[in-house]
């Protein structure tokens, strides 16, 4: 099979969550470990970096991976989704995979596909792990799916287990409170393994230090250990000041990553970065840090995350899909100057809209469109949803359509912010193909 042959048996073959949501859900560790074997456990052969959390766990995974590479060690690194290609899931040190190594491991496992019917992600996960013991790598950051106690990348025994933070998400699968989505994303921390916490949140500190209490597992809480004192963005990134134990370390960090959010991400990777080092034998110098900071985007990839597209009218496109993470980039957008907002909104069906769309501002001017996706909520139920929150604005079929009208609406002083869903962020990134890589303020 060609590339694009092998892409349609992949996504036409087996369940995809990103596309049908629930029906593709396969919780448990059965196939995954049938899989793994198959391919002689190569999940043995190097070794793991785990995150899990609600938000920000991409992004730290993104950041880990930056500072390893930088340090000298041949680095994976394994995320989900895609935005613009399948191959963006699974790197060593930046780079995806090819295609004929994704055409090549798919040949030799049809068969083993057609007898244990994975999912699209257990397909993913299995791909990746014998992708970094075939290169052998020396550590991957791995990202979980959706959970964790269940979750197929769940096999691993890391070095070290970070967690980000909890907030409602995917609750049809991961439970309705704080409580159960913390208890699921807990069930990655193992047998004496450190983790690292990104944030202390109240009912749900108490479920880690639980679980690490059982598991004899050392737990620490990245922001109780440091926090940005201070900061301000420039060409190419943002300027932060990290302070620990009352004192602020002098050296400024710069990171090519904007998006105020992504302060408690730089504290999360640092703290367990800290703890890795000390408690394992990855070493990684201190002046390895700073350059690796200033390209952590670029030499990983990383898209998306409050990513400019155009200067006039100023564009941003960000993957936020949830209240909690809807209410750092309300915020942040209300510190930008623009004479008028205009949002390019549309979110997956079965999501918790309602807590996102009572959170927006009355005064924007509204596109409400529809992902190519399966799982997209249609746009013009949208935006009779919108109206019961005194949003208002007309339904596009497609983000394209959305984002031109949006575009040609907006003066050159105005704001136009696309998101809502990362797949409309996925196909706003392809109509940008030549500044979809660039990520200036």
């Not at 257990?122 to 792990?129: G, H, I, L, P, Q």
Request: glycine share 8%; aromatic share 8%; net charge neutral.
């Amino acid at each position: 099979m060609t590339y694009p042959e092998t892409l349609h048996y992949l996504f036409n073959s087996l369940p995809v969550f990103e596309h049908s949501g629930g029906t593709a859900y396969k919780p448990g560790l059965q196939t995954i470990t049938e899989l793994d074997e198959f391919y002689g456990s190569p999940h043995q052969r190097f070794k793991t970096i785990h995150i899990a959390g609600t938000n920000g766990k991409g992004s730290v995974a993104h950041i880990l991976a930056a500072i390893l590479q930088g340090s000298g060690y041949r680095t994976g690194l394994f995320t989900s989704p895609h935005l613009t290609d399948f191959r963006e899931r699974i790197r060593i040190d930046g780079q995806m995979i090819t295609q004929e190594e994704v055409v090549e491991f798919v040949a030799r496992s049809r068969e083993m596909f057609e007898k244990v019917q994975p999912s699209f992600f257990e397909m993913t996960v299995a791909m990746a792990f014998d992708h970094y013991a075939r290169h052998e790598v020396d550590i991957a950051v791995i990202e979980t799916g959706m959970g964790g106690r269940l979750d197929a990348t769940n096999i691993i025994h890391p070095v070290l287990s970070v967690i980000t933070n909890i907030n409602m998400d995917h609750a049809q699968f991961l439970g309705n409170n704080l409580i159960s989505i913390a208890t699921e994303k807990a069930g990655i921390i193992k047998q004496g393994v450190p983790v690292v916490i990104g944030e202390t949140q109240p009912g749900t500190s108490v479920v880690f230090e639980k679980k690490a209490k059982e598991t004899a597992s050392p737990i620490v809480f990245a922001d109780q250990l440091g926090k940005i004192n201070r900061w301000h963005y420039t060409v190419g990134g943002q300027v932060v000041y990290l302070e620990q134990q009352g004192k602020v370390h002098p050296i400024p960090l710069v990171i090519d990553l904007y998006g105020d959010y992504q302060q408690k991400n730089i504290v999360t990777a640092l703290i367990a970065l800290q703890h890795l080092r000390h408690l394992t034998d990855v070493k990684v110098e201190n002046n390895s840090i700073l350059p690796s900071l200033v390209t952590a985007a670029r030499s990983t990839g990383l898209q998306g995350r409050w990513q400019k597209m155009r200067d006039n009218p100023l564009t941003i496109c960000d993957t936020a899909h949830n209240a909690a993470a809807w209410t750092w980039i309300l915020q942040q957008i209300n510190r930008c100057k623009f004479r008028k907002l205009h949002l390019v909104l549309g979110f997956a069906g079965d999501k918790d809209i309602s807590s996102m769309l009572e959170m927006m501002p009355r005064h924007a001017a509204y596109y409400f469109t529809k992902a190519a996706n399966r799982r997209a909520l249609d746009s013009t139920e949208l935006k009779n949803i919108a109206a019961k929150y005194e949003l208002t604005g007309e339904a596009y079929l497609n983000v394209k359509e959305a984002m031109q009208t949006a575009m040609t609406a907006a003066a050159r002083d105005d704001m136009v912010y696309i998101g809502g869903s990362t797949f409309v962020v996925a196909d706003a990134m392809q109509i940008f193909p030549k500044i979809r890589q660039t990520f200036l303020h």
